[in-house]
């Protein structure tokens, strides 16, 4: 039903889906969450690298795909990029975010701390004063946690915080997007 109304239809024109996980990746960034994230991107302009800043990962992901984007961002390690490279370098799903959370921890932080810090982004836009405290705590954590330097860790949460609010899980966008590729 979601590929059907406007939003939907425009997205697919972006996106061109050439297998039923970008459906679903489609599914996912039709949320509010990944709509409205503000991200930050490296366009490749004839050989020239352009630092932009705008509104929706879904542009992201397109230029991303069709290469119009350096791919993969710059100076990520390899453990943090292997858990975005499915879904073109962005985090889309849920469980991306929590795997990242436990990456850039070197597994010190669970997933299930991933999930909590996951949600304290979403309450935190909101304006929620514990849950804008529970992200303060995290982050300082995350950064003690030494796995990566503070920079790694803050982009890491600043990729985190792109998608957070009203994002799907995997399963559940999966689900959506069966059947909407079956019609």
Known sequence: F?????IGKQMVQLVKPDTVDEVSDISTMIRPGCLQATCTWFNNVGGQVENKTGSGLHFVYSARKFEREIN?????????????????????YQEQMMFL??????????????????????????????AIETLAKMEGEMKQAGAYSPDIVETVCSIIKGGAAYSFNKAHSLAYSLFSYAQ
């Not at 979601?2 to 406007?6: C, F, P, V, W």
């Not at 993969?72 to 889309?92: N, S």
């Open 2 to 6: 979601q590929m059907e109304e406007q």
């Open 72 to 92: 993969p961002p710059p100076d990520l390690p390899q453990e943090i990029l292997e858990v975005l490279k499915p879904t073109h370098y962005c985090c889309i």
């Open 101 to 130: 959370i436990e990456k850039v921890t070197g597994g010190k932080m669970s997933l299930g701390e991933g999930d909590i810090y996951r949600r304290a982004i979403e309450h935190s836009a909101k304006g929620v004063p514990a």
